[in-house]
């Protein structure tokens, strides 16, 4: 089966900071990755589809990139209500999950 | 209103039984594949289970934490997913989400919480 690894697990961040988030899978997955937002006592919502498509209605300072093995989501200048846990997926596995907190 | 509301989390003691419903509205939902997604508390995510669609026989996937004591089935005729969950171990603690797989899970119901203890 395959194994995706976050990294890191948890950062701390500012308002207006750049985040890089890191999806490692453990066999190539194609672009068949996705990115979810999760905040506490919520439902996840997805980010990111296929790697790098942008879901309907999520602000672009989100991106996704990557291919194969290695994959990344940038947030290019965190807000407020960027602070949360992100997940990535693929199928039917999730990544551990990385807490983006508050400087 | 495209929408997942769950239902039918509670309370159960260890080796017993609870059906989750999880009704969809807003999209042609005999189309989609829909899975059920987990985390207990503090943890993060885990894949549950999917059950395809009609044009796909209506085929099912089980994680293997679950397989042999969770059955997924729908009724596309009443636009709901469900999930028997037998044998209860008190790792399966949880809130329980239903999604609609796209690949990528595009919409999320707001989850029911799963407790199994004595």
């Known amino acids: 089966a395959i194994q995706l690894t976050q990294s890191p697990s948890s950062l701390s961040a500012s308002v207006g900071d750049r985040v890089t988030i890191t999806c490692r899978a453990s066999?190539?997955?194609?672009?068949?990755l996705a990115w979810y937002q999760q905040k506490p006592g919520k439902a996840p919502k997805l980010l990111i589809y296929?790697?790098?498509s942008l879901e309907s209605g999520v602000p672009s300072r989100f991106s996704g990139s990557g291919s194969g093995t290695d994959f990344t989501l940038t947030i290019s200048s965190l807000q407020p209500e960027d602070f949360a846990t992100y997940y990535c997926?693929?199928?039917?596995?999730f990544g551990g999950g990385t807490k983006v907190e508050i400087k | 209103e495209v929408q997942l509301v769950e239902s039918g989390g509670g309370l159960v003691q260890p080796g017993g039984s609870l059906r989750l419903s999880c009704a969809a509205s807003?999209?042609?939902?005999?189309?989609?594949?829909m899975d059920w997604v987990r985390q207990a508390p503090g943890k993060g995510l885990e894949w549950v289970g999917r059950?395809?669609?009609?044009?796909?026989?209506?085929?099912?996937e089980y994680a293997a934490s679950v397989k042999g004591r969770f059955t997924i089935s729908r009724d596309d005729s009443k636009n709901s997913l469900y999930l028997q969950m037998n044998s209860l171990k008190t790792e399966d603690t949880a809130v329980y989400y239903c999604?609609?797989?796209?690949?990528?899970?595009?919409?999320w119901g707001q989850g029911t919480m799963v407790t199994v203890s004595s």
């Open positions: 999604a609609r797989d796209l690949g990528a899970f595009d919409i």
């Open positions: 807003g999209f042609t939902f005999s189309d989609h594949y």
């Open positions: 059950t395809r669609n009609k044009a796909n026989s209506y085929t099912t």
């Open positions: 066999q190539g997955i194609s672009s068949a």
């Open positions: 296929d790697a790098s």
């Open positions: 997926q693929q199928l039917d596995t």
